[in-house]
């Protein structure tokens, strides 16, 4: 299984960027797919997530209100929407997939076992 993240860039604050996911291989499993984030120096912290069955999304507080997490079935694809972005969203953006759902655990990065290459966004002031 494979997980390609595209639509990374150089943007200035407030403006906004789209993020894709395509997974391809074996997909049809797939339970969850999340977005996470790295800056410089800092762990990979949760952004947002996507539950396969239901359509339910769950989002980090920091993100709430400006970033949307959606899917298209026919392409398999998972797309970040975000709006109003700031310098402190400034990071690494990954993909990740997993089999298996939690409400206890979907934002934790060890709960993800399929990850894509990491995408740049670059907010600047």
């Known amino acids: 299984v494979q997980l390609q993240a595209s639509g990374g860039g150089l943007v200035q604050e407030g403006a906004s960027l789209r993020l894709s996911c395509e997974a391809s291989?074996?997909?049809?499993?797939?339970?969850?797919l999340g977005w996470f984030r790295q800056a410089p120096g800092k762990e990979r912290t949760f952004v947002a997530a996507?539950?396969?069955?239901?359509?339910?999304?769950y989002y980090a507080d920091s993100v709430k209100g400006r970033f949307t997490i959606s899917r298209d079935n026919a392409k398999n694809t998972v797309t970040l929407q975000m709006s109003t972005l700031k310098p402190e969203d400034t990071a690494v953006y990954y993909c990740?997939?997993?089999?298996?759902?939690?409400?206890?655990?979907?934002?934790?990065?060890?709960?993800?076992?399929?990850w894509g290459q990491g995408t740049q966004v670059t907010v600047s002031s």
């Open positions: 990740a997939a997993d089999l298996s759902f939690s409400r206890l655990t979907y934002s934790f990065r060890t709960a993800y076992k399929h």
């Open positions: 291989g074996r997909t049809s499993g797939y339970y969850v």
């Open positions: 996507i539950k396969w069955s239901d359509n339910m999304t």
